[in-house]
Nanobody, 119 residues
């Protein structure tokens, strides 16, 4: 089992920044990859950034490339999503997600944190 708790969302003006956190607990050593997804009202959930276990660099959706940075602090069992130069279209609920090999593989989602970017 893996538990995920996101925080750090809020209301920010366009051009501003937010730093989302995802506190991870449980079978941490069984996690294969960690991702951030977002969902805007009326739209499908989309992948924003991802980090695979053992790989040092995250990958990003084209829409957030060079503006968002995903990182992890293993000592704190926390992953972050630093979002700079925010745009109104970045608004939505941001979810932390992991795939863990707990025999079989399972997907785990956090409850989400709301990000609203005003123009």
């Amino acid at each position: 089992q893996v538990q995920l708790v996101e925080s750090g969302g809020g209301l920010v003006q366009a051009g501003g920044s937010l730093n989302l956190s995802c506190q991870i607990s449980g079978d941490i050593n069984k996690i294969k990859w960690t991702q951030w997804h977002r969902q805007a009202p009326g739209k499908q959930r989309e992948l924003v950034a991802g980090l695979s276990s053992g790989r040092p660099f995250a990958t990003y959706a084209e829409s957030v490339q060079a503006r968002f940075t995903m990182s992890e602090d293993k000592a704190k069992n926390t992953v972050y999503l630093l979002m700079n130069s925010l745009k109104p279209e970045d608004s939505g609920v941001y979810f932390c997600y992991v795939r863990a090999d707990v025999g079989p593989e399972y997907d785990y989602w956090g409850q989400g944190t709301q990000v609203t970017v005003s123009s």
